[in-house]
Structure formats: structure tokens, C-alpha cells
């Protein structure tokens, strides 16, 4: 079965990092598998054919619009490729990854899927596209950051800007990882 793994928490908890860290394995498996990195257009942190963490660490990846993309990418490869695994940045902005997980197993007897997502937006609201996922993971890790204001443990994103466009580009500093009390006050 195509297991699905989930690295879900705020900003800054360590996601990306987290998928990198976890795609970098692969390789030194006996007979590697193909690894593939996908992330929506919209995250334009850093440069547009690269996952990066705000660690630093990075990856290069393929960017895509949505998960028709994927799909598509994935079936351009005409089944040459054997139970690859797949990894996922910023999951919460592509809608249908719920249905590409089951596409995927459908068409793969063992696949790795690891899609990295936000738990929550700015103003405490699960994101459909990862909620919908939760219930058919393997695997779920939910990470924290450091809270801004406090240094207790982070579970919230705060926006620092005034904007309400729930996707605002992440410049660096118009987001902070807060605890749950300051993220409230
Ligand atoms: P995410 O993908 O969850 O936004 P990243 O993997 O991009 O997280 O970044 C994680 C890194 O960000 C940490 O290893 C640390 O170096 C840095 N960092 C910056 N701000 C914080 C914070 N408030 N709490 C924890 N780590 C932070
Ligand atoms: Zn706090």
C-alpha cells in the first residue's frame, strides 16, 4: 500500500526542514527509489525550483499549479518509474491531495507519499486541503516552533501585517510562530 506521511505545524516549526531531512535518506537504501519534490508555485519564499528551509537547507523540486500538475507529471513518466517516493511542500495550498493520494494508490503497489503542510492558517482555521488528508495517514508528525513573544512552545502562525489575503507571500518577517495565549492576545 502507498503509505502517506504527514508533517504538519506552524511556520517556522521545522516542516520543510523535516521533508528534506527525510527525502535525503532515500538514496542509501540497497536499490534507491526515485525521489520526486514537488511545491505550489504560490510558496515564493526563496527560488521557484528549490524547497528551502529557514534553516537553510534546500532541495530542488518541480513547481506546479495544483495537483493536476502531479498527476500529470507523474503519468509523464509512463510507468517507468517503480513505487517512487513523492514529497510535498506547503501541501496545504493544493486542493485535491487527498484525491492525488488515492490516485497514487491505485497506481503504485508501494509508494511513498510525504506531503509537509500548515495545521492552521493566520486566524486559527484548519486548512480543507490537509484536514481531508489527516484521516488517511500512516503517519503524522506535528512539529512546534518557538513562540516570538514568549518562547514557549508554538503551535500558531501569527500575521504580523494587516493583510487578510489568506495567501500572503512569506517575506521572512510578516509571519511569527506564537503559543496559543499570545496568538490569542
Ligand atoms: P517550516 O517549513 O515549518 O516553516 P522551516 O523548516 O522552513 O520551517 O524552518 C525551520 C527553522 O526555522 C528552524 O530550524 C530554525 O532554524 C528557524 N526558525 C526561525 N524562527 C523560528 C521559531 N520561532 N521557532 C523555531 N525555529 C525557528
Ligand atoms: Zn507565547
Redo the contacts with the bound molecule.
Sequence with gaps: MTELQIIT?P???????ELLRRLSRYPFRPVPPEVFLFKPITDSRGEEELVS???GSSMSCVPVKNVFDISQYLQSLDGTVYDPIIGIDEGQFLNGIKELYLDLCNFYDDATLII?GLNRDYQGRPFPAMERLFSYADKIDI?E??C?NCGHM?TETYRVSKGTDLIEIDTGDNYE?RCKECHAK
Design positions: 505545524g511556520m517556522f516549526s521545522g516542516k520543510s526542514e528551509s529557514h534553516s509537509a512539529l516552533a518557538i516570538r508554538a510562530a
